[in-house]
Nanobody, 122 residues
């Protein structure tokens, strides 16, 4: 069992940056693939980024590639999403998830956090 708690969301102007954190409980965090997803009002949840257990493999949605960076600290059971050059269309609730496969598919992830709101507006 893994419990996930996100933090770091907030209001930022276009072009600004935020770093999201996802703290995980449980001794097996380092064995999980971790993913970030987001859901904007009236839209379906979409994949943002994922990282494998070792941190050596990552994948990104085309819409965030070059602007967002996913990383993890297995010693501290935390995964991060560094978001740069934010755009209004990045506004959404961002959730982290844990699973056993490096995938963009949300239903392949077993555990989910509650999410943190990111709002990009001037």
């Amino acid at each position: 069992q893994v419990q996930l708690v996100e933090s770091g969301g907030g209001l930022v102007q276009p072009g600004g940056s935020l770093r999201l954190s996802c703290a995980a409980s449980g001794r097996t965090f380092s064995s999980y693939t971790m993913g970030w997803f987001r859901q904007a009002p009236g839209k379906e949840r979409e994949f943002v980024a994922a990282i494998n257990w070792s941190g050596l493999l990552t994948m990104y949605a085309d819409s965030v590639k070059g602007r967002f960076t996913i990383s993890r600290d297995n010693a501290n059971n935390t995964v991060y999403l560094q978001m740069n050059n934010l755009k209004p269309e990045d506004t959404a609730i961002y959730s982290c998830a844990a699973g056993s496969v490096l995938t963009r598919t949300a239903n392949r992830y077993d555990y989910w956090g509650q999410g943190t709101q990111v709002t990009v507006s001037s």
